[in-house]
């Protein structure tokens, strides 16, 4: 099936419950796959970079950027008599907008992307010549044509592009970092797309009106000028990615890209290596690694928030794992912001935790201990909102909370916007709602009173 016929909805939803979906979050609503892995700016900073760009409302736009996208508005207005007519006006200008040559692009099925924007790895000492696609286009004459989403269409297409046979020495060495320009009438959206294990294509725009729409048509040029622009900023890091990548060495696709961490008062950084998933699921954002150094384990866990002052509190006493570091992913100045989303690290404890554990293999204190945890927490003035056995482990007897995501001081503290319907919660509650020391107490009994 060709990419195009893949993204038809009937198709689609056939693809996303098989044995090779996209992992896009999008899923059969008849037979539901988890189809959501991490965010892609955690393979590769690429990404992250983009998106602060495309955040960043005083992002310098030179002057020939911003009258290219004028012209380009000014043509995706323009409704074509068929494809090639549209194609034969928007290439030029796009391709002035983003400063960049956009060629054409086959793959050795014979499927054909609409566009791609190439790069060759030239590398003579390595009798290396090997051409990448940074960016994979898909277009539209309008929204709807075609009989599928275009960026749906790009992503197939990415997935298509990596798994050609010419690419598996690169796609073993890296996770083949892509962005994917969806383009429809006078609508456009940029996704970035990574490759591990599986393909992970996300949007990293929405779908952006960049016709003229009114006589008064700057404010919105300004705003999908920062978006090529920012694109083609990303398109030349990207170059600069390849370029330099290393030909031999271990791989780096199946992990996020950022190996070390500062200990507070410690002027230099702990560099560690990711070992290996501590969750089988795809969405698995926390891992087992191993510092370079002295091959110490510990556990590195991204997260959008984390109590680190709950995490301290309980670990002070030996009722955490000791907490090494809850900060900004990469604190370097002039590093991507990743959105605000957090690294922690932390011991790594041997054990299990109490969803792994046999009841009756739990320790015989086990009631004593976690009531004894939950009134430490709960004197500190913090709440832990998720009292469930994959958040408790057992480590050589002990008992020890994990997963402060959802802790925080009482009073303050709530629950997320999204709330598994899979778990029995208790009384009062809800998305977005208070975390009570009611609510911990409930997960408590039903833990140590099991029914
Ligand atoms: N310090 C640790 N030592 C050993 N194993 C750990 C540690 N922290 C976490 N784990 C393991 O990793 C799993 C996931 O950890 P955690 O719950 O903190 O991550 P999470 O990203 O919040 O996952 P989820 O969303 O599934 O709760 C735990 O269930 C446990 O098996
Ligand atoms: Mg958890």
Redesign the pocket.
């Known amino acids: 099936m060709t990419p195009s016929q893949a993204a038809k909805s009937a198709n689609y939803r056939m693809e996303q419950s098989g044995s090779n979906p996209l992992y896009d979050g999008r899923y059969d609503d008849a037979n539901p796959a988890a189809t959501i892995a991490p965010p892609v700016q955690l393979y590769h900073p690429v990404f992250a970079r983009f998106i602060d760009d495309v955040n960043n409302t005083a992002l310098e736009i030179p002057g020939e950027v911003l009258v290219a996208t004028a012209d380009l508005m000014h043509k995706a207005s323009g409704i074509y008599q068929d494809e090639d007519a549209r194609k034969s006006k928007i290439r030029p200008a796009l391709k002035k907008a983003l400063s960049l040559d956009i060629t054409n692009l086959v793959n050795d099925d014979r499927t054909s992307p609409d566009g791609g924007i190439m790069w060759t790895i030239s590398k003579p000492e390595a009798a290396l010549d090997h051409t990448v696609a940074l960016a994979i286009k898909e277009e539209k004459r309008e929204l709807g044509e075609g009989g599928c989403d275009p960026s749906t269409q790009a992503s197939f297409s990415v997935q298509r592009y990596w798994v050609q046979h010419a690419n598996n020495a690169l796609r073993a060495l890296c996770c083949c970092p892509t962005f994917l320009i969806a383009f429809a009438g006078p609508w456009i959206s940029v996704l970035g797309a990574v490759f591990t294990d599986k393909c992970i294509p996300q949007r990293l725009t929405d779908f952006i009106w960049m016709g003229n729409g009114s006589v008064f048509n700057s404010h919105a040029c300004r705003r999908v000028a920062r978006v090529l622009y920012s694109l083609t900023r990303s398109l030349h890091e990207l170059r600069r990615y390849y370029t330099t990548l290393p030909q031999t060495g271990p791989s780096t696709r199946f992990f996020p890209s950022p190996k070390e961490f500062q200990c507070p008062g410690s002027s230099t950084p702990v560099r560690f290596e990711y070992a290996e998933p501590?969750?089988r699921d795809a969405g698995c954002?926390?891992f087992l690694c191993k510092t370079k150094e002295d091959n110490q384990s510990i556990?590195v866990?991204f997260?959008e928030s984390y109590c680190s002052e709950a995490h301290a509190h309980l670990a002070a006493k030996g009722m955490a794992?000791q907490l090494l570091y809850c900060g900004p992913i990469d604190p370097s100045p002039g590093a991507p912001s990743y959105g605000g989303l957090k690294m922690i690290v932390?011991?790594?404890?041997e054990g299990k935790?109490v969803a792994q554990v046999e009841q009756h293999n739990l320790p015989g204190d086990f009631a004593v201990q976690l009531k004894k945890i939950i009134g430490v927490l709960h004197a500190g003035g913090f709440v832990f909102g998720d009292l469930r056995p994959?958040?408790i482990?057992v480590s050589k007897d002990k008992v020890k909370l994990?997963?402060f995501?959802w802790a925080g001081q009482m009073g303050i503290a709530q629950y997320p916007l999204h709330l598994s319907s899979r778990i029995v919660w208790p009384e009062g509650v809800g998305p977005l709602g208070k975390i009570e020391k009611a609510h911990d107490l409930a997960m408590l009994q039903a833990l140590i009173n099991p029914v």
């Open positions: 501590l969750e954002v926390a556990v866990k997260a794992p932390m011991e790594y404890l935790t994959p958040n482990m994990i997963d995501d």
